[in-house]
């Protein structure tokens, strides 16, 4: 036995050393990558980061990323759709520049934080709602608490009440979330910003510079406890809305649905079950939703075929502003 004591105290000391070096590193990225955008305080010590392009007229586009998905990435989107719209991609709770709060919040104080932080930055409405994934409910509560403030709203492979809650889904969610907490210990000790030195070959249409900022979100604890959150939100979701329309309906106002076409893989593979029907009902939320398969996509429609998210964000945008002339 001893080697015992040793061991723990090389143990004690790689650990104290993995969090002080993560701490140092935090610190160092602040100053290093500042937020591009505004930081808009919306109560109870936290801010978020807003950042918006874009000085056309007619509604504002808000994007609402999928769980674990950084803003960032929708930054190719957000430069096509500047031009024509004014366009806005936010950080939620935790996730790159904006502050993080408390665990187990429901779906709703997500609506409440996008609320006050549109609210707090004078982004005035109605809004044109593009949500994916995860983003879907989140998009579809806020129409449904605040109707007046969206005017339309396109859905990028999002999930359906009945897919949602599904035991296997909510299984399946669980398991994310747990992978997730795994890995916000590990980038508590600085492991993952270590594994991320692995990773040099730049996403699409990324520079070197947004690439490295893009990594340094990607290694922070932050970043894997929102993660966490996301999906173990939907097992707060009160029973009486987890039925097909249990987020609400959209009356007439311009929606659009992409669909993947690529199957879910490996273990996500559950998810399909369903899916289809889904994306189906989720089109006839509105008398004038329409759906459209994006046949060569996987999950991620933005990034596999970004141009039938830019055409359909177009497509509503004009008729808000038919509508309104």
């Known amino acids: 036995m001893a080697w015992l004591w040793p061991s723990i105290g090389i143990v004690a000391a790689a650990v104290a050393f ?13 100053a290093k990558f500042p937020p591009p955008g505004q930081m808009v305080d919306i109560g109870g010590g936290r801010r978020l980061h807003i950042l918006c392009r874009g000085l056309a007229q007619g509604p504002t586009v808000i994007i609402e990323q999928g769980a674990g998905s950084p803003a960032m990435l929708w930054g190719p989107i957000a430069a096509k759709i500047a031009p024509f719209a004014r366009i806005c991609t936010y950080d939620r709770a935790g996730y ?3 502050d993080p709060a408390p665990r187990t919040r429901s779906l ?5 934080d996008l609320h006050t932080l549109l609210a ?25 608490a605040y109707p007046d403030q969206v005017a339309a709203m396109v859905l990028v492979d999002t999930p359906e009440e009945a897919v949602i809650f599904r035991p296997s889904y909510i299984a399946y969610a669980s398991k994310i979330a747990l992978f997730a907490r795994a890995l916000e210990v590990a980038a508590r000790l600085g492991l993952v910003r270590l594994g991320l030195t692995f990773w040099r070959t730049l996403p699409d249409s990324f520079t070197a510079a947004e690439f490295a900022t893009l990594k340094s979100h990607l290694a922070r604890p932050a970043f894997f406890r929102a993660m966490a959150d996301d999906p173990a939100a939907l097992a707060r979701v009160p029973p009486a809305m987890q039925h097909p329309g249990g987020f609400g309906t959209l009356g007439d106002k311009p929606l659009v649905v992409l669909a993947h076409g690529i199957p879910f893989p490996g273990p996500a593979a559950v998810l399909e079950e369903g899916w289809a029907d889904g994306q189906e009902r989720l089109a006839h939320l509105s008398t004038s939703g329409e759906l459209v398969h994006a046949t060569h996509s996987n999950h991620m429609i933005q990034s596999d075929q970004p141009e039938l998210v830019v055409e359909a964000i177009r497509k509503v945008v004009e008729k808000v502003t038919k509508t309104k002339v």
């Open 18 to 30: 993995g969090l002080i070096a993560e701490s140092v590193a935090e610190s160092r990225d602040s």
């Open 96 to 98: 790159e520049w904006s």
């Open 108 to 112: 709703q104080d997500r609506v409440t």
């Open 120 to 144: 707090g930055a004078e982004i005035p409405g109605p809004y044109v709602l593009v949500a994916h994934s995860f983003g879907g409910p989140i998009a579809r509560l806020y129409a449904a």
